[in-house]
């Protein structure tokens, strides 16, 4: 595998082991739905795994582990539209598995949003086809996919068949660990042939959301096109067949036009008329591919951030990483109601739910898109009420928000882990990451903060601050010996981490990465209040019914909350340091790749909770998320003075106990280096750049999905760590510390309506405003600040 300069990631020869990691890395999506790069035709199984989801379309499926009823949310694995296969007279569909692959090669134009697999195979009676099969997911019209197929007969006389289908019979098998539970989410399938047309109607049992997959198709034989389809259904598929008589050379090529409509959709009428219509009035291939190729230019000129190509395929990798989280939420999820899923829409990995991974997300959409965060927000917004009522069930006012959730805001996380090393099932109690609501309120505040949206803030940001400020407030107790609060049984981030050996119980305590973000939260907390108009200041105190005593007690916690510190440096919880260290030399040669620690030593009969090891080092994440002098001020005003010391102790004792569990980590990690570890910061910004496309081809996770929240993040490493930019207090700042090695960033961003490009080096930042209508924004660098009006430039240089 390479990812080749500019915009094409390339896999050449067939690697069965690798398909699925190959799938997954060539998906096509829009936002509102992905479909897996997986050979057209092929079926689920060890080197296969066809999949198409709808954003915010889960279904709940109920299983009975040890006499006890167990619920699951998933994304729903929908009609497979791909099928479009060929065959030599009588023979079997050819497949690369039960062929001879004399030629394979796959590969995703990033640019357009297209993939393209070439293959010859030869049959067992040796005759041999040339195919070559394109596909999009449309980026101009959400509910269109387009596929063409175009077979060149090589040397043979006979009858060539190509079969086209909509599978119905789909479960969702794509994740090995859960394929004991119940997977068959989709009933009352109802397959209907109209007009020519294939289409699949079906229901999930539980959610009972309805989905119309259908297709159409045009076949030509050496440009004449062959109307003569004979089509069949079984039940709960849909299959066309075409044959045609060919002599060597010949070409038939096949057109296919997806149409996919969900009941959640709006705009229609019900699923299937829509996509009946879609399919009636649907342009040619060639027009529908030009229109999606004209999206994709667009949103790649709102998110252009192109580096100079001078860092290991770092241009490439950067692309392919929004290019991937674009597919997975794009303008076109603003309707969707759906939140950012941990894994896109590219698998089944933690059943397509959504965690805080947002935090990560947000910065690279909100300077270009923000109308796309503010509809991601809103999704939170709406499962308030969930967020309440998780806090009022453990006894707390305000809102809880769940760990790991889907459709409603309930809390999905599992309860039991499959350890696959072992094979044991063990406890799972990392649904105390309480900090998620840290992140969701945080994400609220900087949104406002970069674009100013006091409306939104008014509308709904502030009343999801205050509520999940309530609920911190309540959990921190007061500690009398210490005369300082405390937050008590909880999980971090560092997900290692879910209780203490000696102590029965799960949870740790004042973990610091959760205290101190509760701190910053209540400051936020009364300045959104101050934030917003009069009138609407009082509406909301009056329906909260917050009263003066609470804001004055998040004022007492912004002075008294406690944090561990020990050796000199901030404790990723109370009572981290006695845990044992780890004889990380014998595991990294026993092991070669630790990173799951936690399943290595379960297997080994131990507990990684008793060991100074870190999945992700939790304390780091306050780097990434609070500017320097923010965390300072925060932690001065509770008495715990920082120093650019005992940050650097800091980051490098936990880097000395970290495995890197998460692909998270590779981010929080470049960025608390990036200050005074460059080398460092680099290499793990590189890590994060290739986590995916570089991930081990038979053994790692990206076949399940991708990981959003580390390609996003290794986009926000580039246009806002190294770079220094941040946004408060409608200022605009660069304060970068640019590594000469990566040449130069040309970057488009969007703030306050305007569309600016920056261009940052380690020598100069320029800004460049567009021209245009609007009011001057104040852009500030090097300790300088310039008014810029639409159509201004400026050049900082660097002082020294
Ligand atoms: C990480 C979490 C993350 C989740 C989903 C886990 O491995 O530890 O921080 O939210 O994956 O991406």
Redesign the pocket.
């Known amino acids: 595998m390479s990812v080749a300069p500019e915009w094409i990631l390339a896999f050449s020869g067939y690697d069965p082991a690798d398909e699925r990691r190959r799938e997954a890395l060539c998906t096509t999506g829009n936002g509102y739905v992905a479909t897996r790069g997986a050979w057209a035709g092929s079926v689920a199984g060890d080197h296969h795994y066809p999949g198409t989801y709808l954003a915010g379309y889960y279904n709940r499926l109920t299983d009975r582990v040890d006499e006890v009823g167990v619920e699951n949310e998933s994304l729903v694995n929908l009609p497979d539209w791909l099928p479009l296969v060929v065959a030599v007279d009588d023979g079997n569909w050819l497949t690369p598995d039960n062929s001879e692959v004399l030629e394979y090669d796959l590969e995703l134009d990033v640019r357009r949003g297209v993939a393209t697999r070439r293959f010859r195979l030869r049959a067992g009676d040796g005759r041999e086809v040339r195919g070559i099969e394109r596909r999009f997911t449309s980026m101009a019209d959400p509910h269109i996919a387009g596929q063409t197929l175009a077979v060149t007969v090589v040397g043979w006389s006979g009858r060539l068949r190509i079969g086209s289908a909509v599978r119905g019979n789909i479960t969702n098998s794509g994740v090995e660990r859960y394929r004991k539970l119940a997977a068959r989410h989709l009933t009352d399938l109802s397959p209907l042939i109209a007009d020519g047309n294939l289409l699949v109607t079906a229901t999930t049992s539980q959610s009972r959301h309805r989905i119309t997959v259908g297709t159409r198709t045009v076949a030509s034989h050496n440009g004449s096109v062959r109307p003569d389809w004979s089509t069949s259904t079984d039940g709960t598929s849909v299959y066309a067949e075409l044959t045609v008589d060919v002599t060597a050379g010949d070409v038939v090529t096949v057109e296919k036009v997806a149409a996919i409509h969900g009941s959640r959709d709006v705009g229609i009428s019900e699923p299937q008329l829509a996509a009946q219509l879609a399919l009636g009035n649907a342009p040619c291939f060639r027009d529908l591919l030009e229109a999606h190729v004209l999206a994709w230019s667009q949103l790649w000129r709102r998110f252009e951030l192109a580096l100079e190509e001078s860092h290991d395929g770092a241009l490439a990798a950067l692309r392919l990483n929004n290019f991937h989280l674009l597919q997975s939420v794009s303008p076109h999820s603003i309707d969707a109601d759906a939140g950012v899923p941990?894994r896109g829409l590219h698998g089944e990995a933690?059943r397509g739910h959504v965690?805080?991974?947002e935090l990560f997300v947000f910065p690279v959409l909100t300077l270009r898109t923000p109308e796309l965060t503010r509809a991601l927000l809103r999704y939170r917004h709406r499962r308030l009420p969930a967020a309440r009522l998780a806090a009022r069930q453990e006894g707390f006012p305000g809102a809880m928000y769940p760990w790991q959730s889907g459709s409603d805001g309930r809390e999905e996380s599992p309860r039991l882990h499959l350890n696959p090393l072992s094979g044991h099932w063990t406890e799972d109690a990392t649904f105390r990451q309480r900090h998620v609501g840290l992140a969701v309120a945080y994400s609220m505040w900087q949104y406002v903060e970069t674009t100013g949206d006091v409306d939104f803030l008014s509308d709904h940001g502030a009343e999801v601050i205050i509520e999940v400020a309530r609920f911190f407030a309540h959990l921190a107790e007061y500690d009398a010996a210490r005369d300082r609060y405390v937050i008590k049984g909880v999980v971090g981030?560092d997900?290692f981490h879910t209780s203490y050996p000696d102590r029965p119980g799960p949870g740790i305590d004042n973990n610091a990465y959760t205290n101190v973000m509760a701190v910053w939260l209540f400051g936020m907390a009364a300045r959104a209040l101050d934030r917003l108009p009069a009138w609407r200041r009082i509406e909301l105190v009056e329906s909260l019914g917050l009263r003066q005593e609470e804001r004055n007690h998040w004022d007492e916690l912004t002075r008294r909350m406690y944090v561990p510190f020990h050796d000199g440096v901030i404790s990723q919880f109370e009572g981290y340091e006695q845990l044992a260290e780890l004889d990380w030399p014998r595991y990294r040669t026993t092991y070669g790749d630790i990173r799951r620690l936690d399943r290595i030593l379960e297997a080994e009969g131990h507990d990684v909770s008793s060991y100074q090891v870190s999945?992700?080092a939790d304390v780091l994440m306050l780097l990434y998320l609070l500017p320097r002098r923010d965390l300072y001020s925060s932690m001065e005003r509770l008495g715990y003075p920082l120093s650019a010391a005992l940050i650097r102790r800091t980051v490098k004792y936990y880097l000395a106990r970290t495995c890197h569990g998460?692909s998270?980590s590779a981010v929080v990690h470049a960025w608390g280096l990036a200050a005074f570890d460059p080398d460092r910061a680099l290499a793990f910004l590189e890590q994060a750049l290739h986590s995916d496309a570089g991930d081990a081809p038979h053994t790692g996770t990206t076949a399940e999905g991708i990981?959003l929240?580390a390609m996003a993040g290794s986009a926000d490493l580039i246009q806002r760590c190294f770079t220094g930019l941040t946004t408060s207090n409608d200022v605009l700042r660069f304060g970068p510390r640019w590594p000469a090695k990566l040449g130069t960033l040309r970057m488009a961003l969007r703030y306050r309506g305007h569309r600016l490009v920056a261009e940052v080096s380690s020598t100069a930042v320029t800004v460049t405003v567009d021209p245009g209508p609007g009011l001057a924004i104040a852009v500030r660098c090097y300790g300088h600040t310039r008014l810029l009006k639409p159509g201004d430039a400026h050049t900082w240089t660097a002082p020294g």
């Open positions: 941990a933690y965690f805080w991974d981030p997900e999945k992700q998460s998270l990981h929240a």
